[in-house]
């Protein structure tokens, strides 16, 4: 049975709202608020409704309730919601009144209370859970002292936070009109990386509510943000808040040992309290932990102990909130200091380094933590110093260091580098690498390691593709003359080069071609061959050819033809490149032929292909790349050009445009759905149309409403404004785009009900009736009680249309507040939903009244 309650301000002081994810669309919700609990307050709640961002309210019970000094009184409660699907929610809880008296609150006591929170519920962004606050939002100043609070964050999935100050909320979760910040002599602000709210310093006494918006970012994108309210007592004392000393920041080695002391002291000799909340203790109890190990009046000693472990690495730090209060009468005055700590994953130990002719062989110890993924490899000419500092992680750009691969697997513990040309000094540094959340977080850089690749004798300089054909390609081989200290002081001559050819970059398939008598002779005109279809690789090897005493001199290398691949895109070729060689090259050179002669077009020197835009469909294209490079050797040519053969492409039109980005919008007040579409700037060229795509529930199928040339469409749905929507694009040779993102909006929440009605049969607001227009409600299951829980009328008329009277003997009710629950049956995403009211019915049957309605 129907209780009728009655009203009383509530008197909220301060509060927040925090979830946590129990699976895909679902999350359990904490509601906190603290309340005044002094003499002649009656006020409670033993429940709150929540609004969850969906056009849907529940209510919430009190699961706990805590009795705390100075008539404070702490309540929780708890809830658990299921979306419908992705999106932007805002879970906002308002309470009538704040209390009596705040000083930066025009009239407080009538003010409605107001906290919030924002989630971004995305499959793609992985669970989440928003931070737990470890420090209550109730504080106390002195007048002329620095006063410094920490809500004491911690973020259990070791997301980024951030911080800033806000004003206030009011009814809508909207600022409070007439909020000024608390007075201060000099500042008042929030540390955006710490959370301290910092106030320099109270000029007046009083009570004094602020706020603050905590941020949850994840990979650059804000995925929640808590609205908390706080509320500080201000009072004139002439007591000092304590001083802590202690590190900002601590960075160690993952499996170090924390030994942090922290000395708090009060200048006016006052004994201190000394605590520390914070991530250690919360995440990893058994290894750590704060005790106080020296005490007198004016100073107190802790020391904070933490055993890490490999399981602690993560780039986010571990924040520790330490709280210094002092033991002073009338006002205790309290100092908060923010510990940042972050573990770092072990340094590569024991690096190695071995070259042959053609490359560079590196190995190292595996990492001592099992949870690493693998190690990247960076690598430069010439070596740089570099010591890492306690927090510095990876390697500094600023070291010319370029990262060259990644070794995937704690276990994989080597790696080759054939991407080395000869006569070079290589320096490498290795990195370990562990998984945080999706990216990567790479540990201390190992210690140095180089090494010289020397060239290979004779040293080949040249494989240049002459002329392209299936049948008669040429290429021109060349090399360098071994100089007289680079041959082996045993040989006599006469000497002798042997040249070896192979289908492909390595040489896997060697086989003799040619043997030159003269030392002088560098030069090799290879032709007869398919140069339109294969790469070919060339050694030459160089002989002591004396009669019985014949032998090779020097390690010679392999080096490719240069090999020009394209790829079609939408209004573009791209040209690749690829080969293998020994020496550096440092410049790619394009042409492109226009039926009279090859033009040059751009170049290239560090990326990996070159983008021509020029292109008309159904057009033949011919390119050749050159390259440029050199051996480190002034002896050595300089500059090593070699071409590439030659390749054609007819392009025609055959990729689809860019799927647009889908926005729709609920018009609620006129009844339809905006929808709208964009595309970026490169993807407009050549579409002609859009096909928007809709259904009316999530279970049913896509059908087409509309084909244009606009890039926005009115919808006006028939059953109701829920539906889904996604559109694609076509251009003009009929090729048609991806679908776009798929975007639904629910029904909006048009069912409202008034509060006020007069039947006092002036013609005038004699019914009651809901606020209309209203649309897309199927039915209603409503009943009004009166204040001893009788019901008194009913009905499943979505219009209502009460006169004001009994049901069963319709004789008008006398005035007074009645009680109304009423099940709204509506049309929705998912088909037909129910969405629960109640609330109160003033009833003004007297002609005298002044017929008003308000919602």
Excluded at 113 to 134: D, K, Q, R
Excluded at 411 to 422: E, I, K, L, T
Excluded at 755 to 782: A, H, L, Q
Aim: aromatic share 12%; charged share 20%.
């Amino acid at each position: 049975m129907f209780v009728y309650l009655n009203i009383f301000a509530t008197h909220n002081r301060a509060g927040e709202i925090t979830y946590r994810q129990i699976s895909g669309l679902t999350f359990e919700v904490t509601i906190i608020t603290y309340t005044a609990t002094g003499p002649g307050l009656c006020a409670d709640r033993p429940e709150l409704d929540i609004m969850w961002g969906d056009n849907t309210i529940s209510t919430l019970p009190r699961v706990e309730e805590i009795q705390l000094p100075d008539y404070y009184k702490r309540n929780k409660y708890l809830g658990v919601h299921t979306y419908m699907g992705p999106g932007l929610y805002s879970l906002v809880v308002e309470d009538p009144n704040r209390n009596l008296g705040v000083a930066n609150i025009p009239n407080s006591v009538n003010t409605v209370f107001s906290i919030s929170t924002t989630m971004y519920v995305n499959p793609e962004i992985g669970t989440n859970n928003t931070p737990v606050l470890t420090r209550a939002p109730l504080d106390k100043a002195a007048v002329g002292r620095l006063f410094v609070h920490n809500p004491g964050a911690f973020d259990v999935d070791g997301d980024s936070l951030a911080y800033r100050l806000t004003i206030c909320r009011s009814d809508n979760g909207l600022p409070i009109s007439g909020y000024t910040y608390p007075p201060a002599s000099d500042t008042l602000y929030v540390d955006a990386y710490t959370g301290d709210f910092v106030w320099k310093n109270p000029t007046t006494v009083g009570v004094y509510n602020v706020a603050m918006i905590i941020e949850e970012w994840r990979k650059g994108v804000k995925i929640d943000e808590i609205i908390r309210d706080m509320q500080i007592q201000v009072f004139d004392d002439n007591n000092h808040p304590p001083e802590i000393s202690a590190h900002d920041n601590i960075c160690v080695e993952a499996g170090t040992q924390i030994r942090d002391t922290i000395v708090a002291t009060d200048k006016d000799n006052n004994s201190i309290t000394l605590s520390a909340v914070g991530a250690p203790f919360l995440l990893d109890p058994d290894n750590s932990g704060f005790s106080i190990i020296a005490s007198a009046l004016g100073l107190k000693k802790g020391l904070l102990i933490w055993n890490t472990s490999c399981a602690n690495i993560r780039k986010q730090p571990y924040s520790v909130f330490i709280k210094a209060t002092d033991n002073s009468e009338p006002v205790n005055l309290t100092f908060i200091k923010t510990i940042n700590i972050t573990i770092v994953g072990p340094a590569v130990e024991n690096p190695i380094i071995n070259s042959a002719s053609n490359f560079i062989s590196l190995g190292w110890d595996k990492n001592r933590c099992n949870n690493a993924i693998g190690y990247t490899i960076y690598r430069k000419i010439t070596s740089a110093f570099f010591q890492h500092g306690d927090c510095q992680i990876g390697i500094p750009e600023s070291l010319g260091y370029t990262k060259i691969a990644f070794v995937e697997g704690v276990n994989n513990n080597s790696y080759q580098d054939f991407d080395v040309a000869q006569g070079f000094d290589y320096c490498y540094r290795i990195c370990t690498v562990w998984d945080d959340k999706g990216e990567q977080l790479e540990g201390y850089a190992s210690d140095e390691i180089c090494i010289t690749l020397k060239r290979g004798i004779p040293t080949i300089t040249n494989v240049s593709v002459e002329n392209t054909d299936e049948n008669d390609g040429i290429i021109y081989v060349a090399w360098a003359k071994p100089k007289v200290e680079e041959i082996d002081s045993t040989a006599t001559g006469p000497y002798q080069y042997v040249l070896y050819r192979s289908i492909g970059y390595v040489g896997q398939n060697l086989v003799e071609i040619k043997q030159l008598n003269d030392i002088n002779d560098t030069i090799f005109i290879d032709s007869l061959l398919n140069t339109s279809n294969n790469v070919y690789s060339y050694k030459v090897e160089f002989y002591n050819n004396a009669v019985g005493n014949r032998f090779l001199i020097g390690t010679p290398d392999v080096a490719s033809s240069l090999w020009l691949d394209i790829q079609l895109l939408e209004n573009k070729n791209s040209l690749y490149f690829s080969k293998n060689v020994p020496w550096q090259n440092n410049l790619y050179s394009f042409y492109k032929y226009d039926n009279t002669n090859y033009n040059f077009i751009g170049s290239i020197s560090n990326e990996v292909h070159f983008d021509d835009t020029h292109i008309v469909s159904g057009e033949k294209n011919c390119y050749y790349v050159e390259s440029s490079g050199f051996y480190s050797s002034s002896e050595i040519i300089n500059p090593i050009l070699n071409k590439s053969q030659i390749k054609c492409v007819v392009n025609i039109d055959t990729f689809p445009p860019c799927p647009p980005i889908l926005q729709v919008t609920s018009i609620c007040d006129s009844a339809y759905n905006s929808v709208s579409w964009a595309l970026s700037d490169t993807c407009t060229q050549d579409v002609v149309s859009y096909n928007l795509y809709y259904k009316p529930r999530i279970n049913s199928d896509f059908t087409k409403i509309t084909s244009t040339d606009k890039n926005e469409f009115k919808h006006i749905p028939i059953i109701s404004l829920a539906g889904c929507y996604y559109v694609n694009t076509v251009d003009f040779y009929g090729n048609m785009s991806e679908n776009s993102n798929v975007v639904c909006v629910d029904n909006c929440t048009y069912y409202r009900l008034p509060n006020v009605f007069s039947p006092n049969g002036d013609g005038i607001n004699d019914f009651y009736e809901p606020i209309k227009p209203y649309y897309f409600v199927e039915k209603i299951d409503m009943k009004i009680f009166n204040r001893w829980g009788d019901l008194i009328f009913e009905t499943s008329d979505p219009d209502i249309r009460w006169d004001g009277k009994y049901s069963h003997n319709k004789k008008p009710v006398a005035d007074g507040v009645y009680f109304y629950r009423c099940d709204v049956y509506e049309q929705r995403l998912t088909g037909i939903e129910i969405r629960h009211l109640e609330g109160f019915i003033h009833v003004f049957a007297s002609n005298d009244y002044k017929n008003t309605i308000s919602e």
